[in-house]
């Protein structure tokens, strides 16, 4: 089944400090993976996409995203952390469908 | 560029009465369009989808309806909201063809109480 897993519920990091967020997804397709932010009773806003190429892909914000197809993995990273990223943070898939996975997100919480 | 409206943006209605949300999107022609419930601590789940006015498919069968009478206007709907209608509801767009990425409008807040 298709499925994607953000393992880390919560995650806090200090200001300045290094961030990782996970997403693990199981997909029998070629995969198109993004990363979106939440902020609190807003919508989603983009932060990056793969589509392919390059498995290195940067986006907004100082984010960036790294594809590895042999641990089907999209982790979004970023090397310093501002105490405006505390936000939700959810990963997603297709297969160029119309359908879309979602993961069930991961809460960050930035501290000063 | 391209812009996403949705309203209201928070809604509190009683068990029993009727819901009418509205999603319009600016700056782009023929766009596919969803709308997406979101729950607490979980994921977004898919209600419905648009290709084209007049063309909806359904997700989840429930006691909502979706229409698109225009466009790039998208409707959710019901007779009779529940209780578990409370929740985040997203209206989303992408292209029909080229890039895959939804872009979101900033949600209506439901509480049916």
């Known amino acids: 089944a298709q499925s994607v897993t953000q393992p880390d519920i919560h995650i806090t990091v200090s200001e300045g400090a290094s961030l990782e967020l996970r997403c693990n997804y199981s997909y029998g397709a070629t995969p198109y993976l993004f990363w979106y932010v939440q902020s609190p009773g807003q919508g989603l806003q983009l932060l990056l996409k793969?589509?392919?190429?390059?498995?290195l892909v940067q986006g907004i914000k100082g984010f960036e995203a790294e594809f590895k197809r042999s641990q089907s993995s999209f982790n979004l990273r970023k090397p310093s952390v501002h105490w405006s990223d505390a936000a939700e943070y959810f990963c997603a898939v297709t297969s160029g469908t119309y359908k879309y996975i979602f993961g069930t997100g991961t809460r960050l919480k930035v501290l000063a | 560029s391209q812009t996403i409206h949705q309203w209201p943006a928070t809604l509190v209605q009683p068990v029993g009465s009727p819901l009418s949300l509205e999603c319009t999107v600016e700056?782009?022609?023929?766009?596919?369009l969803y709308w997406y419930r979101q729950a607490a601590g979980r994921g977004l789940q898919l209600l419905f989808y648009?290709?084209?006015?007049?063309?909806i498919s359904s997700e989840v069968p429930q006691n909502l309806s979706a229409s698109r009478p225009q466009d790039r206007q998208f409707i959710l709907s019901s007779k009779k909201l529940l209780l578990s209608d409370s929740g985040f509801y997203l209206c989303?767009?992408?292209?029909?063809?080229?890039?895959?990425?939804?872009?979101f409008g900033p949600g209506t807040r439901l509480t049916v109480t």
């Open positions: 989303a767009w992408r292209r029909t063809s080229g890039t895959r990425e939804q872009y």
């Open positions: 793969y589509f392919s190429g390059d498995t």
């Open positions: 700056g782009t022609s023929n766009p596919n």
């Open positions: 648009s290709v084209g006015i007049g063309q």
